[in-house]
Nanobody
């Protein structure tokens, strides 16, 4: 059974940092690429960052502030978020996609999802 469980969300002031962790069980990073998405109130869910082997991509507006990394020994995928802005406020989700499908921006191809963790950035 595949499970993705996010943690690390919370309330932080603008300019602060948070580190999100996705604990993954039931699948291998050798077979799946991983990504972080977010959904703000009233908006569509959007891709934030993705990692596939040595290939990493970021949403333009978070590049230089967010860092994604995976640890195959711990089976975790982290998202380090620095210099947070109020517009980063959203529910953040971890997602997994079969490796051969690459790292699409669209959420529709992702096979497994976590339940999400709330990130709120106050101004």
């Amino acid at each position: 059974q595949v499970r993705l469980v996010e943690s690390g969300g919370g309330l932080v002031q603008a300019g602060g940092s948070l580190r999100l962790t996705c604990d993954v069980s039931g699948l291998s990073f050798r077979s799946y690429a991983m990504a972080w998405f977010r959904q703000a109130p009233g908006k569509e869910r959007e891709s934030v960052a993705g990692i596939k082997s040595d290939n990493i991509r970021y949403k333009t507006t978070v590049k230089g502030r967010f860092t994604i990394d995976s640890d195959s020994g711990k089976n975790t995928v982290d998202l380090q978020m620095n210099s947070l802005k109020p517009e980063d406020t959203a529910v953040y989700y971890c997602a997994a996609i079969p490796d051969e499908m690459g790292l699409p921006l669209s959420e529709s191809h992702y096979e497994y999802w976590g339940q999400g963790t709330q990130v709120t950035v106050s101004s």
